[in-house]
C-alpha cells in the first residue's frame, strides 16, 4: 500500500503526491523543488512568484514562468529596480502573467530591497541561507500530514518579519515557507518520494553561502 500522500508515476517512481502526475508539475516536482539553491537571481525569481501566487494555485504560476521571466527581465533585481510607470503599465497588459498592479509594483520595490540585502550580506544567498533551520525545527518524520499541519514555521515568521521590516511586501510567513521549501532550505519531499533521499544527499554536498 502507497503511503499517504504518494502517487507512483508512469515510470513507477514514487513521489509526492500534489503534482498529480501532470507532465510539467512532475518535471518541476523532481528537477527544480527541494533542491538547494545559491543562485541571487533564482531565489529573487523564487520569491517574486511566490507572491505572486497568492490566492492562485503554484500550477497557475509554473505554467506562466516564462512570461513572467520576459516580463521582469529575467528577474534580474538590478534591472527591475530601475523600472518605472511604463513598465507597470506594459506589465499589466500583458496576458501572459498575473496582472495585478499591487503584486506588480511589489516585485519593483522588492529588486530594490534585493539590492540593499545584496550590499549587506553580500548575496541574497548568504542572506536566506544564514536562517536555514536547525534539526529541532523539523518533524522527526516528514509525512504528508506533518507537512500539512505546518503551512509556517518559526523561520519562515522570522524571515517574514525580517523582510518586512527591511521594506519588501508580499512576504508573509506562508510564502517564505513555500520559498523555502522549494529552495532546499528544508528538505519536504516526504517519506517514500524517491527525491527525499537525492535531496539529502544534495543538502549534505552543498557548500552554504
Known amino acids: 500500500m502507497t503511503a499517504k500522500g504518494i502517487i507512483t508515476g508512469g515510470d513507477g517512481l514514487d513521489r509526492c503526491a500534489w503534482h498529480a502526475n501532470l507532465d510539467d508539475y512532475q518535471r518541476y516536482h523532481d528537477e527544480e523543488w527541494g533542491k538547494p539553491m545559491a543562485d541571487d537571481i533564482r531565489l529573487f525569481e523564487k520569491i517574486c512568484l511566490e507572491g505572486f501566487q497568492s490566492g492562485l494555485s503554484w500550477l497557475t504560476i509554473l505554467r506562466k ?3 513572467f521571466r520576459a516580463a521582469f527581465a529575467g528577474f534580474d533585481f538590478n534591472v527591475v ?8 503599465e506594459r506589465c499589466l497588459a500583458d496576458t501572459g502573467i498575473v496582472r495585478h498592479r499591487g503584486k506588480i ?3 519593483i520595490n522588492n ?3 534585493a539590492q540593499e540585502l545584496k550590499a549587506e550580506f553580500g548575496s541574497l544567498a548568504r542572506y536566506f541561507w ?4 536547525g534539526g529541532n525545527e523539523r518533524p522527526k518524520t516528514v509525512t504528508w500530514e506533518a507537512i500539512a499541519a505546518n ?3 518559526p523561520t519562515s515568521t522570522l524571515i517574514s518579519k525580517d523582510l518586512k521590516k527591511r521594506g519588501w511586501t508580499f512576504v508573509g510567513p506562508t510564502t517564505v515557507y513555500a520559498f ?3 529552495m532546499g532550505l528544508v528538505n519536504d519531499h516526504i517519506e517514500g518520494c524517491y527525491c527525499r533521499e537525492r535531496n539529502e544527499d544534495l543538502r549534505r554536498a552543498f557548500v552554504r553561502p
Open 151 to 153: 503551512p509556517t514555521t
Open 180 to 182: 523555502m521549501q522549494a
Open 65 to 67: 514562468r516564462e512570461s
Open 81 to 88: 529596480a530601475t523600472f518605472g510607470d511604463a513598465d507597470i
Open 105 to 107: 509594483v511589489s516585485t
Open 130 to 133: 544564514s536562517f536555514e533551520p
Open 111 to 113: 529588486a530594490k530591497r
